[in-house]
């Protein structure tokens, strides 16, 4: 297999399981019912569909060019790291609040 077509099926490797991860984690969370409630209360489904999907891509492009930019400056190990404190950070204030209420 040449080094072209290795690098393509890579890339194409990469944006499926980009987008079954995000696909499934999207999936029934708040953006996804405040986006059915929009459309069942609007007289415009559509326009709710196209202000969701431009906010979607606005966000994805943000987590993109940040990622890059990080990327660019810290290493890989450092942004796992990171990552994985303030995912931890989160969960601990998510089980506080559960406990305390």
Known sequence: MSQDRQERWQGFGVFCSTFVTIFLAELGDKTQVTTLL???ESQSPWMVFA???LALITTSLLGVLVGRW???RLSPKSLETAAGAALLLVS???LW???HF
Do not use: F, Q, R
């Open 38 to 40: 929009m459309s069942a």
């Open 51 to 53: 202000g969701a999907a």
């Open 70 to 72: 990080l990327a660019n």
């Open 92 to 94: 601990v204030s998510l």
């Open 97 to 99: 609040d559960v406990v």
